[in-house]
């Protein structure tokens, strides 16, 4: 088992940046993929960014330049530094945690993009 632990949601005004956080605790393996998603109101949960242990990472294309995904594996941490935010980018932000078929997923951290 894996728990997640998401932080950093809030309210920002267009333009503006947040750092989200995703703590890993319990039975991590080594070899294994973390991720960003997201869920609008009335929309599908759809993926941000992901990342390897390795560090190789993959990004939506609507996030492309203005998010970055990063990880401290000591820490068992994922990082997502989220620049240029845009109304649009107003969703609960989940984490996940993927080793094989087995996948894990925080509780979602709010984030709101408004003036």
């Known amino acids: 088992q894996v728990q997640l632990v998401e932080s950093g949601g809030g309210l920002v005004q267009p333009g503006g940046s947040l750092r989200l956080s995703c703590a890993a605790s319990?039975?991590?393996?080594?070899?294994?993929?973390m991720g960003w998603y997201r869920q609008a109101p009335g929309k599908q949960r759809e993926l941000v960014a992901t990342?390897?242990?390795?560090?190789?990472?993959n990004y939506a294309d609507s996030v492309k330049g203005r998010f970055t995904i990063s990880r401290d594996n000591d820490k068992n941490t994922v990082y997502l530094q989220m620049n240029s935010l845009k109304p649009d980018d107003t969703a609960v932000y989940y984490c996940?945690?993927?080793?094989?078929?087995?996948?894990?997923w925080g509780q979602g951290t709010q984030v709101t993009v408004s003036s």
């Open positions: 319990g039975h991590i393996f080594s070899i294994n993929a």
């Open positions: 990342i390897t242990n390795g560090g190789s990472t």
């Open positions: 996940k945690y993927t080793r094989g078929a087995y996948n894990s």
